[in-house]
């Protein structure tokens, strides 16, 4: 099962090039990376030679380009950042959930698009992390890899209940989270989340996964429902008669999302376990992208 | 009783419970059905959530009506209803019943036990005891049967109990029965009568007339029984002959002839004129069709009477050569014995041999080729036995040329005749049609037989009588005398080709047949000695063991048996030689029953009342079955697959099944339309190799998708290899083919059952412990079964070509399983063109050579079960995630990579769809491409 979502998320993901996320903000704190910023700065390439000036450490001087004339010159680098993107997708019971039994369940849906942006990432050399998992974001494959490891090595530990919101720890300014979740949660619950990464600089991008049955309800009569966090049990005489209001009550959670969001400038993407996961990486691919980057390139 | 026209009921009193029904009513209506139960994770939004409809939940008019016709049913039950309900019987004391349970009521036994039910239904709602009787014997081994008055429902058991007897009734015997039984005299009495005639008929119903009341039912047209007598074998026809007791009006009936299995060899119609009791039909068969025939069986009568087995003596005509076998190392074609053994093979049963083995056995005709000329003593030997009803064939040739041999049918001439030889002016002669006497008259003379040399015989007055064939020019070929009971004859010609072309015609067949039913079967066929119960035959005409307490045969047998519960008719003798004795021609011919004026007769009847209460019980059973599922299912707690189309297919199935189940018990008693002969119980060894169960999970991840399997080594390097090889391979598949194999399976055998699997990847180390038993016998079973398992020595680099038994763990680990020998793979083997055209196999290693097992396409119909190879394949399909080698290939590097997956896409190709690729459809094609 693990085995073969890693394999579908390197599938999903070669269907886009690599993501490069936007990263004109990123300032000096962020760690330095691969990205050619074509100006001066921290990186491997050659950028330009300059003079020498008072303050330059001596260990700058290019010594065989100081040899060539009389001024002692220095060799500059291009600058190069990496953007930090922390991923989290929720793993509670309520996503363990698939309405028919040849869709995937929410969390399949969650992991597999956790792992393929994943992917995308690391192509582009991005460094990724899991929000909460205690690890400094990595770049390349093997990032990947373990990514997928831990994230499968903790759903398989059925004891731990994990939470239904993803944990709020302290980031750094510019990075950038990516919350993959059903968020069914009370819309306060969602603001402190949304708020506390905001308020440190964090773009946010979230992506609720809903199951077609959530959306639709298509139950008919009298119907007993039962949570699957505990939430107890509610009993309808004739489901058809509440559609219409919990089609409501939906869009009304979702107007709430997009209201969260949109001070914060994170972008809200909705996502049916019945449709190609394609569609939701794609329109994050374009969220995350530095498209105006691009164009100008 | 209450009565309602057709309909009445046993006990009315319980209709007053009709009276709660509106009580059920308000009370279902009362309760509302409980919801269905829905696991949902948005529940949240659901919360508080109430419907602005506000109708109170109803139950739904339909499952109302359901639970109220489950009510009615059981109320209707138990009030016993009754369909054509029956008056009750004359007079007040118990039933006493009289059945003829003797042979002759074996047709329309199931009508009869009918007809006897029905009367203890009435005695027992009449309260009344019921005394039962049977007419013939009891069986030796039968339990003792409870005399006197009965309670009905004792009565009923021991009525279902009862079977016809395969010998006749006793009624004389029935009146010191009745005696000892004290019945009351105020006995009802009731004779359920075979309708034939027996010496103790008149005492029997002159007791049955003192009691208070006397019926008679006599069997109807169909059910009157017929006698089938043995048939006469003499001559080429199957005569059978049938008895019946009245000669009223023509009658037709069919005998059904079977062969040992059971299987219905021929039909013939006998018919009965119309003033006749004796019927007669003829089977014009040929002779291997009438051999097969091992009982004849008047069709739809079904009982011992209708049956005549046949033995030996009308079947198989054993058939001796005298002389040896035709050896492989001679040369056959020369031998007299290899032509007649041609010629005779099929249709008889042949043994080869000197005078004293061939005699010492039963034998009906003895072949004597003029090679094997008998001394005196043998001739003597020979002699005496023809008197005893053999038939002895001899062949002329140089020996009896020779004189001096006594044992011929007419005297000869010294010498022989030779016709169309290089010093002789005739031509070869051809043969005239054989006269009237002749036993081979009418078989077609063919145009080409020629005989070239003969000897002759002296012209004697009863030459001409003597004589059964004859050249054209009048000169006999075959001379016979009947000796005793046998016969004598002479081909005067040889038996092979030396002085004839007789021996390759389809005429020396011909002959050699009609020879060959001359005879009377097993020569001399007294019976002397005493002879044990092999088979006998039921009063259904069923053949089984014997049961317990059967006798002995006496030695006069054949003129002393009787058909009674200490010799049954069956068979007699052991599984090799048995001979059969039939009811048929053992008991007297049938008479019908001849009543004294004024007895009460009637008719067996198959209608009568019938018991509603099961069928509303049945009824019942399935409402409240369909009623269970339709609560299963408004409560959601049906899977989802099994969605109401489904839940009522099962509930209609069940509802089939049940009526099927439960029809009235009486025709559990029906016996077998088909009586067969049982076949000689074979004690079927008890099948070690079956594969034992699978739990679902293991199944549905087996059978689900396909994958690819590896052995566990236990070594965790090459497990890990393995593993990872065989994702390679797989995602290779993936992307190239049309299989898409789901992730691969590590195999333990001792615990996992191989069979799921298509393919089995072993990497030999030397670490792997032995095989279990378990484990070997799991593997061999695979193998067995269509499995491929692809062995890996993964020593190539080191062992450089040497045969693939040189690895020392390969011989180690397979060594429990019953392994074929090995050849190296030929070139054009369907795995070098299963999927890609390949010449070579890499693996990580090069070169060395695939091991399949011998056999040339023959064995598995030319689709490998174990190949052994040596280039460590796991090693080269190793790969990571972006398709980059785990492991180094030398020396090819990438390309021979590329190799290694080709060869493992075409190994699992044959795994997959065998040798279809080697089939000669798509040769055009390959090798186009092969030429390319």
């Known amino acids: ?297 | 009783m209450l009565s309602l026209g057709a309909f009445a009921f046993a006990a009315p009193g319980m209709l007053a419970l009709l009276l709660v029904l509106p009580l059920i009513y308000w009370l279902l209506r009362m309760i509302p059905p409980l919801p269905r139960l829905v696991r949902f994770p948005a529940i949240r939004l659901l919360m508080g959530l109430e419907p602005t409809e506000q109708t109170p939940m109803k139950m739904p008019w339909w499952l109302l009506l359901l639970r109220l016709l489950l009510a009615i049913a059981l109320i209707v039950a138990m009030a016993k209803p009754l369909l054509n309900p029956q008056a009750d019987l004359p007079g007040k004391g118990p039933l006493l019943l009289v059945i003829d349970d003797g042979w002759a009521s074996a047709p329309g036994w199931t009508a009869r036990i009918a007809h006897a039910e029905r009367l203890i239904d009435r005695a027992e709602r009449g309260g009344r005891p019921v005394v039962l009787m049977g007419t013939a014997p009891q069986p030796l081994d039968a339990p003792a049967m409870k005399q006197g008055a009965l309670r009905p429902e004792e009565a009923r058991t021991l009525l279902r109990a009862m079977r016809p007897k395969p010998w006749p009734t006793d009624r004389a015997a029935t009146v010191g029965q009745l005696d000892q039984a004290q019945v009351d005299a105020s006995a009802h009495a009731v004779w359920l009568s075979d309708g034939l005639e027996d010496p103790g008929t008149d005492k029997l119903t002159a007791r049955l007339r003192d009691f208070d009341g006397l019926e008679v039912v006599l069997p109807d047209q169909a059910s009157t029984p017929l006698v089938l007598l043995p048939p006469d074998s003499d001559g080429r026809d199957l005569k059978v002959r049938a008895l019946r007791p009245a000669a009223n009006g023509p009658r037709k009936a069919a005998v059904r002839a079977e062969d040992e299995q059971g299987r219905v060899v021929a039909r013939i119609d006998v018919d009965f004129a119309a003033t006749s009791t004796q019927g007669e039909g003829v089977l014009a068969a040929p002779v291997e069709l009438r051999n097969r025939i091992a009982r004849l069986d008047i069709e739809g009568q079904n009982g011992a009477g209708s049956a005549v087995l046949l033995d030996e003596r009308s079947r198989r005509r054993p058939v001796s050569i005298l002389g040896e076998r035709a050896s492989a190392n001679g040369q056959p074609l020369l031998q007299e014995v290899y032509y007649l053994e041609r010629a005779l093979d099929p249709y008889v049963s042949l043994s080869i041999g000197d005078r004293e083995t061939v005699l010492t056995r039963n034998t009906a005709v003895l072949l004597i080729p003029d090679g094997a000329a008998p001394s005196p003593n043998d001739r003597e030997e020979i002699a005496k036995w023809i008197e005893q009803g053999g038939v002895a064939v001899r062949f002329a040739g140089p020996n009896l040329a020779a004189g001096g041999d006594n044992l011929i049918p007419v005297p000869l001439r010294l010498g022989d005749r030779s016709l169309g030889g290089v010093m002789s002016w005739g031509t070869p002669a051809t043969l005239a049609d054989f006269p009237s006497n002749s036993p081979f008259f009418g078989i077609p003379m063919p145009k080409d037989v020629r005989i070239s040399q003969q000897v002759l015989a002296e012209p004697t007055p009863d030459l001409g009588d003597k004589t059964w064939a004859r050249l054209s020019d009048g000169t006999p070929l075959v001379t016979a005398e009947k000796r005793g009971k046998g016969y004598l004859v002479l081909v005067h010609t040889t038996a092979n080709t030396n002085w004839s072309n007789l021996a390759l015609s389809g005429l020396f067949v011909d002959m050699l047949q009609r020879l060959v039913l001359l005879s009377r079967g097993i020569a001399g066929d007294g019976i002397n000695k005493a002879l044990k119960p092999w088979r006998t035959l039921d009063g259904f005409g069923r053949l089984g063991a014997p049961p317990a307490g059967v006798q002995m045969l006496p030695a006069d047998a054949n003129r002393t048996f009787k058909p009674k519960p200490s010799t049954p008719p069956g068979l007699y003798g052991d599984e090799n030689a048995h001979v059969a004795f039939n009811l048929g021609d053992h008991v007297d011919a049938p008479k019908p029953l001849a009543l004294p004026p004024g007895v009460a007769t009637d008719r067996l009847s198959e209608g009568g009342e019938t018991d509603l209460s099961r069928w509303c019980l049945l009824a019942a059973a399935i409402l409240l079955l369909s009623d269970f599922l339709i609560s299963l299912w408004l409560r959601g707690m049906l899977p989802r697959a099994v969605r109401l189309r489904r839940a009522a297919t099962a509930a209609v199935l069940i509802a089939a099944a049940g009526l099927f189940a439960s029809p009235p018990s009486v025709e559990a008693q029906t016996p077998s339309t088909s009586p067969r002969i049982a076949a000689p119980i074979k004690v079927a060894a008890p099948n070690e190799d079956k594969p034992p169960p699978l739990s679902d999970e293991e199944a549905l991840r087996g059978a689900l998708d396909v994958r690819l399997a590896y052995i566990v080594t236990g070594d965790k390097d090459v497990d890990d290899t393995s593993r990872a090889g065989l994702e390679g391979l797989s995602e290779i598949l993936r992307s190239r083919t049309s299989v898409e194999p789901a992730d691969p399976v590590g195999l333990d055998l001792d615990r996992d059952e191989p069979r799921l699997y298509p393919l089995i990847y072993w990497p030999i180390t030397s670490t792997q412990p032995n095989l279990s038993p378990k484990a070997s016998a799991a593997l061999d079973r695979y193998l067995r079964t269509g499995g491929i398992v692809f062995v890996d020595t993964r020593d190539q680099q080191m062992s450089f070509d040497r045969p693939a038994n040189g690895n020392p763990d390969l011989k180690r680990l397979l060594g429990a399983i019953e392994l074929p020998p090995l050849i190296s793979m030929p070139s054009d083997y369907v795995l070098t063109k299963s999927f890609y055209l390949l010449s070579d196999f890499p693996g990580r290693w090069q070169g060395g050579k695939l091991w399949i097992e011998a056999g040339n396409g023959r064995v598995n119909d030319g689709v490998p079960t174990i190949i052994i190879g040596s280039n460590d394949y796991a090693g080269a399909w190793a790969v990571d995630q972006r398709g980059r080698g785990l492991m180094p290939v030398s020396p090819g590097g990438e390309t021979q990579r590329e190799m290694a997956f080709r060869f493992g896409v075409n190994l699992v190709m044959v795994a997959l769809t065998g040798n279809y690729k080697d089939d000669a459809v798509h040769l055009q094609d390959i090798m186009q491409r092969l030429r390319r």
């Open chain 1, 1 to 297: 099962m693990a085995q073969s979502t890693f394999n579908r998320s390197l599938e999903l993901a070669g269907t886009l090039p690599a993501l490069m996320v936007a990263a004109d903000r990123v300032a000096a704190t962020v760690i330095q990376g691969v990205h050619g910023r074509r100006r001066v700065g921290q990186g491997d390439a050659f950028w330009q030679y300059r003079q020498y000036r008072d303050g330059d450490s001596a260990s700058r001087i290019d010594w065989r380009q100081s040899a060539r004339s009389r001024a002692l010159f220095v060799r500059e680098t291009e600058w190069e950042a990496a953007a930090s993107v922390w991923l989290w997708r929720d793993a509670s019971p309520s996503m363990q959930y698939a309405s028919l039994r040849n869709l995937d369940t929410k969390a399949q849906r969650a992991e597999l698009i956790v792992l393929a942006l994943a992917n995308l990432l690391t192509d582009a050399s991005e460094r990724i992390a899991i929000l909460g998992g205690g690890l400094r974001p990595s770049a390349g494959r093997v990032a990947v890899r373990r990514m997928a490891e831990s994230l499968f090595a903790e759903t398989k530990n059925d004891a731990a209940k994990l939470p239904s919101l993803p944990p709020l720890v302290p980031l750094p300014a510019h990075g950038t989270v990516v919350l993959v979740s059903d968020w069914l949660d009370p819309l306060d619950r969602i603001e402190t989340v949304v708020r506390h990464y905001a308020s440190e600089g964090v773009r946010g991008h979230l992506v609720q996964i809903l199951d077609p049955a959530e959306e639709d309800l298509p139950f008919n009569g009298h119907v007993k429902f039962e949570g699957l966090e505990a939430e107890g049990q509610h009993t309808i005489r004739r489901v058809e008669t509440v559609r219409e209001a919990y089609g409501a009550r939906l869009a009304a959670q979702r107007e709430g999302l997009q209201r969260l969001a949109r001070p914060a400038d994170w972008t809200v993407h909705l996502h049916r376990t019945d449709r190609p996961a394609q569609t939701v990486l794609l329109s994050l691919y374009l969220a995350m992208a530095d498209l105006r980057r691009l164009n100008a390139a």
